[in-house]
């Protein structure tokens, strides 16, 4: 073989050989995002900007206490403000920007406090119904404290004295005649009775999937439907406090991979807070709601 085509293919060997070894040395691809779970405080909301300034504590192994802007999505923007204490996940993004997502009252907050000494009570009042907690037409409802679409804690006493209708729902629910639809459908009732003359009606919608529903989703879900807040709220809290109002109220949640699976149930609660009327399914009528709440 020539001299120079021995050279040729030396060379060539030596550049692929190099060229393995390159690939094998190049570090894994960086994952598109990573989360960090957060605590601190937020210091100043500046709406405009889609950002908040937050005091937040050490994230052990990934950064030290201090002060960060961050972004943060409308639906979790609508519902900050400054002095409020929250957990969240810190997500650092592909491009290096930090944003919070899952924003919640910290558990050292009044807040929380307040959601955790009632999900406790509801945990042994559970508990003390025995097998079958399921509460009949004419049983009194159980006492709760959930956070509403502007992270408030609202208890289940503040009804007292106002005809209540209530459902569970959530957010990401992909079946129209589900959730949008029991969603619709309070709305309409809404409505009807306001043109009745209804007065005392509150309306309560309950998530089943705490997990995602913080009360900012909750916010933006009411806001992109128009929804009228001033009688009507969007309610979640801790995972266990909500099994135990499923459980209580006859409602059954199932996962299926990543599909939530749940039956329906709408229900009436008198003035007195007992339960006045039920319908289970997505098939009610909003008028015949209505005639019952103008007796």
Known sequence: MPACRLFILLGLLAAALAGCRRAAETPAARPAEVRHPLTGVILKVEAEQGVLIVQHEEIKGYMPAMTMELAVGP???????????IRADLVEGADGVHRLERIWPDEASTEAKAVAAAALQLRQDTHTRGRHP?????EVTPDFALLDQ????VQMARFRGKQ???NFIFTRCPVATMCPAATAKMITVQRLAREAGVGNLELISITLDPAHDTPGVLHAYAAIRGID???FSFLTGPTQAIRDLLAQFGINTQFQGDILQHTLATVLIAPDGRIAHRTDGSQWDPEEFVRRLSR
């Open 164 to 166: 209540v209708l209530l």
């Open 75 to 85: 639906e979790e923007l609508a519902v900050a403000r400054a002095g409020r204490r």
């Open 134 to 138: 399921y509460r009949e037409v004419g």
């Open 150 to 153: 502007d992270g408030r804690v």
């Open 229 to 231: 807040t001033g009688n």
